[in-house]
Structure formats: structure tokens, C-alpha cells
């Protein structure tokens, strides 16, 4: 007998252990450890997905084991290194074991369902809900009325409802045309067609022209020949063409990489080079800090690293904060190493991702470069992980599992014996106080490359009379710069601090604000739509004309957006070409890189955007970087401001001046004297690095102390609270009087989608019992779901709002 430990796909607290199923002895030896299954789960004939975690000869159960339906894949999807993996990652991030398999694996690949109805008694009502067919798929388009009788049967015993798996991976297809007719038949039929049938007659060209290409699919003849679906589907009914699945592999749009040398190392590069490759030689799993101030040159570091562990036979991991947003870097490292890398971004469609993830599957890459979830990539003898702009937030994932890819990285290094790299201009607190400590190793690059000068930096105190004064968002001194600049037939980019800072509508004679009905956030103008839009759930509505409030017509937009500074830049400067980019203007697939390369070709003389212009750019003709707010990021509530704005503005600094020409950067600030804005205005991280951990160190912040926040939501806001000091008793109980428990609070925005949200914030040195603490907390609030509570444990928080 043989037997398999699964975990099934049914995420609550109660199955959150392996179930045993019996290995049927067809499928014997087919059935491995990472491979997905179907298996009954429950009462009735439900069946659901499950991952296979072990196969052992016996089973202590004493009942009767149920088989397991079929196998899913044919080999296993998830190795041995990733199962593990699971385990240690569900325990860190308090999830469930299933979400953390599924997390690793892309998303078409995780179970659908679908729901048949199969008739087991001869009835009339039966069938006439069938239609006399052998099943009926339920939808969620079915009337209230059927699933009405379709409850009533089944409880009648009439009718059996049934699970299939569904799995989505493989029906990954296309929908293609292609024609049976031959070149004479095409020419003939085109003959009999009358003359304004216009697109009928272009469609039939077009296969007289590419009969042997065919079947050629919808999406292409749409966006590449401007042939229309309805024009398509008209040719099929008149049998002139026939309409076809292919699968096809798809490949990443958006990628022109140049093929790139090898450069010849500078000294500090060549130090950098050589101690990591030294780790990777002796496959010592250490981890390095490269702290290299903006165009330094990390890139080629990393790129150099990964070739030693390709020589060695190793392949290598490399991340990025959403490659999307840098395309420069991809095109760097597709350029250096070819077909060999795999490319996996939340940019990519989910049939491309699949692809990507297939290849590396295969092993017919030996690089992969990806965003976050990349760190799960199923790349086999690792011999170096690269994690670029370490310190990024976006490197955790916000929802369960709520892991950080740094993490996660370290973890497989570990297992791997592979070294890994964590590059910043601005590394993470947490980052660079393990150096300090000797955890990581910390090399720094100092300079730039050509000993180009950091830019000069220049901080306007808006609160100046003759800045005050100014009718728009720029004053006297950035008015000038951009003025010099473009004379000089150099490019600037201008940075709008985003947060808080979009279009509100405010009536000044009450000062009512728009607000959504569902959370409690003010609703946001998008030009575009014409309409006041909620950020959180989506919730739109007229833009009013009137204040609902006090019907006065005082009420008007407020705060600043990208479209308005675009539109005071073009009054500014009306023969300078601006381009915008932000979350309007970047909707659609390589848009991004779009405007990117325009720039990159000087087409245009203005970047301006959020920031997601801030990192990674790598421009030689911008000699100017202009910050319109450097304050806004310093007003959230938020342990991490200063650190957050520093970053941003340092990033955003290094992007003037990388090349021959010296940079200039213009901050305009109400906060002269803060030490983040005057630390990033000398680029000076080390100076920063010791006032803030003075500062974290005086409030007892990471990382000095370790953070955990408990957030707590519930529909009804006074047992959302009371559940919260609930927990905060059980907490107690569990923790020493020298950690510390703040709140319960509401969060920043209380109310999202209906509900209502309060935090506990953990914070503690040495807390022994606190993990399985709250686990149990975990255990018991769960199982209860019937009060509609969500608690959500966040290990070590980005965010604190
Ligand atoms: N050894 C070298 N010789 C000549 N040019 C180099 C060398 N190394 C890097 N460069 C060039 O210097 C520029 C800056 O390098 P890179 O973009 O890697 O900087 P970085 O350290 O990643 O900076 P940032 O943190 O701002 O992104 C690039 O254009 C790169 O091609
Ligand atoms: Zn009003
Ligand atoms: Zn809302």
C-alpha cells in the first residue's frame, strides 16, 4: 500500500495539515512529492486540488482511506527545495500552507473549479432544468430561480452536484484563423463577393497573401492588419474561413535589447567582482551589502557575478523591483547573456508568465530576472541571487502570504550554498545595521563612474517670501534651471511626490470633502474619465457641480496632480516637449517602456512623473532633476518617513549628471532643515544611516526591535474593536513586560470596502512564546468565521498607517 500526505486546496486553519489519500495502484510510482492531484475532500462527491507533500508505504489512520481521483500534472510541479520552502515560509508569514504552494507557482496554475449538475433520479423537474442533457455547468449567471431548484432537488436527493478541477495552465490556447480553401478557391470566392463588402474582400487578400503562415491568430490580425472579429466570424459563416485553437509559446513584448559587452572594471567594481566571486567559488552562502552611490556602476557588478556562476555551471537569480518599470535594466541583462535569461514581471500576461516559468521549468535558461515573485522561480543549483534596490517596499508582497522577497531569497542561498548580493544606493536600515554587525559583508562603491562628480544639489525653502509668492508649483530658481537646461539642449526630469498629493474636491465655503461611501478615503479625479474615482474599491461618481453639503458651487479640486504641473510646464515652457508619466498615461502594456525610449532617444526635453521615474533610470543628457514636494512623503504617519523620503530623493538626485555632463538637482521643500532632506541633498547615506538609527533607537523601532502588527476588520466597528482588545489581552498574557503592544487604533483609512480596520502594533526583542501565540490567536478567531472577522498578521511591516 502506499500512501500520500497532501495538503488540499481548502485554506482555513482546520486543514492546514496534510490529509492522507490512498495512492490507487494504477497510479503507483505516477504519484511523486511537488506533483498536483485531485482528491474527494468532505461529504458528497466534492472534489478539489491538492499537492502531494510526501509518499510513504503505511498509514497510521485507523479508518478507511479515501483514493486519490487523478493526477493533475505528469511530473511534479513544485520540487523538493520549494516544498520545503513551504513550510518555513507558512510558519514565518502566519498563512496557510496551501496559499504559500500556490504563491510559488503562476497563477494560472492555481485551481479553478467548475460545478456540473448530474441528474440521479428520473424526474420531470431534472429534466427540464437539464434540457435533457447528460449535466449542466452552474455559472454565476444562472437565475436565482434555478439555483433555487437546484438546491431543492438536491436536498430531494434528485440531483448530485459535482467538482471538476479545472486546470487552467493547459488550456492556455488561442483562438487562430486558418481556411481549407486553396489560392484558387480564395481568388474565386473574393470573385462572387460584391464590391463594398470591403472588409471581406481585405480579409481574403490577406490570406491569398499569407496562406502559408496560417493559422495566424485573432489578436495579430486585429492589432497588426486592422481585420476585425465580427469581420472574421462573418467569413466563417459563409465557410470561407475556419476558426481554430493553437497554443503557441508567446513572447514578452516590450524587449529590444542591444547586445552589451563586457566593460573593463573600475577598482572599486573590480573589488566588488572579485569578493563576491570568490563566495561563489567556495559556495560560501554569505550575503553582501554593495552600498554603491547612484552611477557607480552596480549593474555591471552584477552582471559580471552572474557570468562567474554560469561558468561554474550555476545558475543565477536576479531581482528587480518591478522590472516594468525598468527596462533598461532587463535590456542589460538580456543583452549580456541572450536566450539563457528568463524575464518574469507582473507586466507580462498570465499565458506569458506561464511560458516563462515553463522554460525555466525546463531548464532551458540558466538566468531569470523578475520582480518580486521571481524569488520563487523554479531555478535549479543556484549559485548567486542579486537583489538590486534592496532596500524597495514593493519586495513584500502586502497580502497573504505577506512575505519579503529578501527573505525568501536568503532562505534558498542558504540552501543552495550560493552567495548572495543586495545592491542599493540607499540600503534599508535593517540592511545596513546587519553590516554593521558583521552579518552581511558591506562593500562600498564610492564613486561614480569617470569620476563624475555627484550632482549638485540645491534646497529652496518654499516658505521664502519670493517662493510663496509664485502662482504655481515652481519657484524663481527651478523656473530658471529648466530655462538653462533646455537652452542647452539638455534633459530634466521632474519629480511630483505622489502621496496625497492627487486631486481631491474640496468646497472652500464649508470645507466638505468628496468622500467614497464605502472607505474612508476622499474620492481622487481622473481627467481622463471625467469622473471622481476611489482608489480602494473602485467606487466612481460624477464630478459635482454643487457642494452636497452646503449647496454652495465653491467647491472645486484641491492638491496638485501630474496633469496640472504638465499643464503649468507647457505654459512655462510652450516649445519644450513634455513627457508625463504616470498611472494615466502608463494603463496599457509597454507604455512604459514606451515613453522611456522616447526619452532615452531625446525626443522629448521634459520627463516628468511619480515615482516611478525616481530609480534605475539611466540617462546621459539629463543634467537637471527637479523635486516639486519633497515633503509629502515626510508627513506620513509612518516610522519609516524619513527613511522613505531620503531614498526617494537620493534615487531621484543620481539621475542627473551620470555621464559627461555635470548634474544639477533643484529640491523644493517646507522642511529645509529636516536631516533627511539636508542628508539627501549631500548624498550622504552614512550620515543619515546614524542620525535615523539614533532616532529608531530612541522610539524603539527595527531595527533596534522587531515589529509584528495585528490588524483586525469587521463590518461592524464596535466588535471590531472589542476584538481587538480581546486580542490584546491574549497578547499580554503571553509576552514579557519588556515588550511593547501599542494600539488597538484604527488604521490610517479606517473604513475600506465596509469594513472596518484597527491595528495592534507588537513590538519586542526577545518574545519566545509570541509565535505560537499567535498562531493560537490565529486558530481560534478563524475557525469561527461565522462573525466575519479578518485578522491579518503582518511579520515585520513595510507600512505602519
Ligand atoms: N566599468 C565601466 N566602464 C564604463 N562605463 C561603465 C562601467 N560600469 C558601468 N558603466 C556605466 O555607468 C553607468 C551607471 O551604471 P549603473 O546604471 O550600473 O549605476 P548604478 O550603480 O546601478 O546606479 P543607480 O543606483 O543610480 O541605478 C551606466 O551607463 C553604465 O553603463
Ligand atoms: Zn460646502
Ligand atoms: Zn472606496
Redesign the pocket.
Known amino acids: 500500500m502506499s500512501v500520500a500526505e497532501i495538503i488540499v486546496d481548502v485554506p482555513t486553519m482546520q486543514t492546514n495539515r496534510p490529509f492522507e489519500y490512498l495512492i490507487p495502484d494504477s497510479l503507483t510510482e505516477v504519484v511523486v512529492p511537488g506533483m498536483r492531484v485531485e482528491v474527494p475532500f468532505g461529504r458528497g462527491k466534492r472534489k478539489i486540488q491538492g499537492f502531494v507533500m510526501k509518499v510513504k508505504d503505511n498509514s497510521d489512520f485507523q479508518g478507511k482511506l479515501k483514493p486519490i481521483s487523478r493526477v493533475i500534472d505528469l511530473k511534479p510541479v513544485l520540487s523538493d527545495e520549494m516544498l520545503k520552502l513551504s513550510y518555513w515560509l507558512a510558519d514565518r508569514t502566519y498563512s496557510f500552507q496551501i496559499s504559500c504552494l500556490q504563491t510559488m507557482l503562476p497563477s494560472v496554475m492555481r485551481a479553478k473549479y467548475k460545478e456540473f449538475v448530474i441528474p440521479i433520479a428520473e424526474d420531470d423537474e431534472v429534466r427540464s432544468l437539464l434540457n435533457d442533457k447528460p449535466d449542466l455547468e452552474i455559472t454565476n449567471q444562472m437565475s436565482d430561480e434555478t439555483i433555487r431548484l437546484i438546491n431543492k432537488l438536491r436536498k430531494n436527493n434528485k440531483i448530485d452536484i459535482q467538482y471538476v478541477v479545472e486546470n487552467q495552465a493547459l488550456q492556455i490556447k488561442r483562438q487562430a484563423v486558418t481556411t481549407d480553401l486553396n489560392i484558387i478557391q480564395l481568388h474565386e470566392a473574393k470573385s462572387k463577393l460584391r464590391a463594398n463588402a470591403k472588409a471581406q474582400i481585405k480579409l481574403l487578400d490577406f490570406l491569398c497573401n499569407h496562406l502559408e503562415e496560417l493559422p495566424i491568430e485573432f489578436s495579430d490580425l486585429q492589432g497588426n492588419y486592422g481585420i476585425s472579429r465580427a469581420v472574421i466570424k462573418t467569413a466563417e459563416k459563409n465557410q470561407l474561413v475556419k476558426i481554430i485553437e493553437v497554443t503557441k509559446f508567446r513572447k514578452p513584448v516590450g524587449i529590444t535589447p542591444e547586445q552589451t559587452n563586457k ?4 577598482d572599486e ?1 573590480k573589488v566588488a567582482v572579485d569578493q563576491i566571486s570568490n563566495a561563489i567559488d567556495q559556495e560560501d552562502s554569505k550575503t553582501f551589502l554593495v552600498e ?9 557588478v552584477y552582471l559580471q557575478t552572474i557570468e562567474k556562476a554560469l561558468k561554474k555551471n550555476k545558475t543565477a537569480l536576479m531581482l528587480v523591483p518591478e522590472i516594468s518599470l525598468t527596462p533598461q535594466m532587463v535590456n542589460r541583462v538580456v543583452g549580456r547573456f541572450g536566450d539563457q535569461v528568463a524575464v518574469l514581471h507582473s507586466g507580462l500576461s498570465s499565458g506569458e508568465r506561464y511560458d516563462e516559468w515553463t522554460r525555466i521549468e525546463n531548464k532551458d535558461v540558466k538566468v531569470v530576472v523578475g520582480a518580486r515573485s521571481a524569488v520563487f522561480a523554479p531555478l535549479d543549483n543556484i549559485g548567486l541571487i542579486i537583489i ?2 534592496e532596500h524597495e517596499a514593493s519586495y513584500k508582497q502586502d497580502d497573504n502570504p505577506r512575505y519579503h522577497a529578501r527573505d525568501v531569497a536568503l532562505w534558498r542561498a542558504n540552501l543552495n550554498k550560493a552567495p548572495v548580493v543586495l ?3 540607499t540600503p534599508s536600515l535593517e540592511s545596513r545595521a546587519r553590516a554593521q554587525k558583521g552579518v552581511y559583508q558591506l562593500i562600498r ?1 564610492k564613486k561614480r ?2 569620476d563624475q562628480a555627484l550632482p549638485h544639489v540645491h534646497i529652496v525653502d518654499m516658505r521664502d517670501d519670493e517662493n510663496a509668492a509664485v502662482k504655481g508649483d515652481f519657484s524663481p530658481a527651478l523656473q530658471e534651471s529648466l530655462q538653462t537646461t533646455l537652452d542647452r539642449h539638455e534633459q530634466a526630469i521632474i519629480l511630483l511626490n505622489r502621496r496625497g498629493y492627487s486631486s481631491f474636491m474640496m468646497c472652500r465655503e464649508c470645507g466638505f470633502v468628496l468622500k467614497c461611501p464605502n472607505c474612508d478615503v476622499s474620492l481622487t479625479y481622473h481627467k481622463d474619465l471625467s469622473k471622481m474615482k476611489c482608489h480602494y474599491c473602485g467606487h466612481e461618481e460624477p464630478v459635482p457641480n454643487f457642494c452636497p453639503n452646503c449647496h454652495s458651487k465653491k467647491i472645486g479640486f484641491y492638491g496638485t496632480g501630474t496633469q496640472n504641473i504638465e499643464q503649468q510646464l507647457n505654459d512655462l515652457y510652450p516649445n519644450a516637449k513634455v513627457l508625463r508619466m504616470d498611472v494615466d498615461t502608463t494603463r496599457r502594456k509597454g507604455d512604459h517602456a514606451k515613453i522611456l525610449k522616447q526619452f532615452g532617444q531625446h525626443k522629448a526635453d521634459i520627463l516628468l512623473g511619480t515615482q516611478m521615474i525616481a ?2 533610470l ?1 540617462f ?1 543628457d539629463v543634467t537637471l532633476v527637479g523635486v516639486i514636494n519633497a515633503d509629502t512623503t515626510l508627513s506620513l504617519a509612518d516610522y519609516r518617513a524619513s527613511e522613505r523620503t531620503f531614498q526617494l530623493l537620493t ?1 531621484v538626485s ?2 542627473a549628471g ?2 559627461q555632463k555635470a548634474g544639477h538637482v533643484i529640491i523644493q521643500t517646507f522642511n529645509p532643515d529636516h536631516y533627511a532632506i539636508k542628508d539627501a541633498a549631500k548624498q550622504d547615506y552614512e550620515k543619515f544611516f546614524k542620525q535615523e538609527m539614533y532616532l529608531r533607537h530612541q522610539s524603539n523601532y527595527t531595527p533596534y526591535y522587531f515589529t509584528t502588527l495585528i490588524s483586525v476588520a469587521n463590518q461592524d466597528e464596535g466588535k471590531t474593536l472589542k476584538q481587538s482588545y480581546w486580542l490584546k489581552k491574549q497578547l499580554q498574557t503571553a509576552l514579557s513586560k519588556d515588550a511593547i503592544l501599542l494600539g488597538p487604533s484604527p488604521t490610517m483609512i479606517s473604513r475600506k470596502q465596509n469594513k472596518y480596520y484597527y491595528q495592534i502594533i507588537v513590538k519586542y526583542k526577545h518574545e519566545p512564546k509570541l509565535h505560537q501565540k499567535l498562531l493560537e490567536i490565529l486558530n481560534e478567531t478563524q475557525t469561527d468565521t461565522k462573525n466575519g472577522f479578518t485578522i491579518a498578521i503582518d511579520n515585520e511591516p513595510q507600512h505602519i498607517d
Do not use: C, H, W, Y
Open positions: 566593460l573593463a572594471l573600475t567594481q554603491g552611490v547612484t552611477g557607480s556602476g552596480k549593474t555591471e538590486d534596490e545592491g542599493s544606493a562603491m563612474i569617470n530609480k534605475g539611466d546621459p534615487q543620481g539621475r551620470r555621464a
